[in-house]
């Protein structure tokens, strides 16, 4: 009978569209997210991972060359006024072994802060991404913590965890600790429409190569109809040192690596407009070593994807971007991609899902940077790819 139900949520999965959307079977919450599908048009092994290394530098249309699967599991209950779950999140990518990616409880309604939601485990707290990018710019939990979401705070919001450097799958080496506390802050109105969010980081640890600290401050600013209904804008300014990651998290706390210094300043916007959707980025990030003789690295990217339906369930897809590399003394990489894709979805919205793809991609980047990667896209010298693959996108 589970292997039934668990069947039926597989094929329910593939009815959801325009975002996650949960599923309700025999009193459990199914949520999840997939992709993957053959490359047909590759060479030396190469199916996608075309990036000079920034983290807003993968362009991911036509570029992934991966596969997996994650699907939450969570079952809620109420007594006495008070509402709890129970959330568990395995994970599956590539030939890995499957993952836990979350594995938590959370309780709210209690009598002293009734808003509130408490929560001990393995959680994520994935506050924005750039879809686009593949990346989560503002981002605390993913490590072992006890928290608190969704404190009433005069109009506003504050979320505070405490972390360990241990995992569900994985603990922190013999002699070597880490903890992370953050404070998030959300929900600050500042202009018609517009909203800032601030979080918090600092770290502390022991065994860690530089005495294990840091801390961290990224700023948000969300704006919602931008000049235009549909429009929205999202603006990040973020700064870290030492053991604090520039996203919230932990920065290389296996108790062997140095920690680093990063900037980060981003702009994404988004737009659906009838038939007409899509996403767009430029980003600027800085990151040096806490080491001597290190470097300073300078990324650059711009790029966006845009969509536009042809018919109810057929949209044309295209992706161009640039993205630059900038070390001291090394001469500069670059790395241009072009994508073009058709299509099926459940409806004309560019974040309908699932959505299945056709895709051609048309890659080129300099000699500096065919040497950095060598070991992969770059290898015997090569200074364009061409791609050409099938893929489908699922979320629920």
């Known amino acids: 009978m589970m292997k039934k139900r668990l069947t039926a949520v597989a094929l329910a999965a593939a009815c959801a569209t325009n975002g996650a959307m949960a599923l309700d079977v025999a009193g459990f919450e199914i949520t999840g997210y997939s992709r993957g599908g053959p490359v047909f048009g590759y060479s030396d092994d190469v199916k996608g991972g075309l990036s000079l290394g920034g983290d807003l530098q993968k362009y991911r249309l036509g570029n992934e060359g991966d596969y997996g699967i994650e699907v939450g599991i969570a079952r809620s209950f109420e007594s006495g006024g008070v509402k709890w779950s129970v959330n568990y999140m395995p994970s599956k990518w ?28 393995q959680r994520r707290l994935r506050i924005e991404d750039v879809h686009i990018v593949d990346n989560v ?36 080496p013999s002699g070597v600790k880490a903890n992370r506390f953050n404070a998030d802050f959300s929900e600050i109105k500042v202009n ?10 600092a770290v502390g640890g022991k ?6 600290s840091g801390s ?27 053991h604090a990651r520039i996203d919230g998290e932990f920065e290389s706390i296996d108790g062997k690596s140095v920690g680093k210094k990063a900037l980060r300043i981003a702009d994404a ?22 080491a001597v003789g290190a470097v300073t690295t300078k990324d650059f990217s711009l790029g966006g994807r845009a969509s536009y339906a042809f018919t109810k369930n057929f949209k ?11 070390s001291a003394g090394m001469p500069n990489q670059r790395l241009n991609k072009f994508t073009l894709a058709g299509a099926v979805a459940l409806s004309e919205d560019f974040w ?45």
């Open 94 to 121: 590539g030939s890995g072994d499957v993952a836990t990616e979350m594995a938590y409880v959370e309780m709210s309604g209690l009598s002293f802060l009734p808003d509130a939601k408490f929560w001990a485990g």
């Open 216 to 242: 961290g401050v990224s700023l948000l600013h969300n704006q919602s109809d931008l000049g235009l209904k549909g429009m929205s804008n999202s603006m990040f300014l973020q700064t870290s040192r030492g």
């Open 192 to 201: 018609p429409g517009g909203k800032l969010r601030v979080l918090l980081t």
């Open 207 to 212: 065994g860690q190569v530089g005495g294990g």
């Open 137 to 172: 710019l503002v981002n605390y939990g993913d490590y072992q913590g006890a928290g608190v979401t969704d404190i009433p705070l005069g109009g506003a919001k504050l979320g505070l965890g405490v972390f360990t450097g241990d995992q569900f799958d994985k603990r922190l």
């Open 269 to 290: 916007i988004g737009w659906q407009s009838g038939p007409f959707g899509g996403q767009a980025l430029i980003g600027y990030q800085t990151g040096r070593a806490d």
């Open 316 to 326: 044309g897809l295209t992706e161009v971007s640039t993205t630059t590399r900038k």
């Open 352 to 396: 309908s899902r699932p959505e299945l793809r056709l895709y051609v991609t048309k890659a080129n980047w300099n000699r500096p940077a065919a040497m950095a990667n060598a070991a992969s896209f770059g290898a015997n010298g090569k200074t364009s790819r061409t791609l050409m693959g099938l893929q489908y996108e699922v979320w629920w």
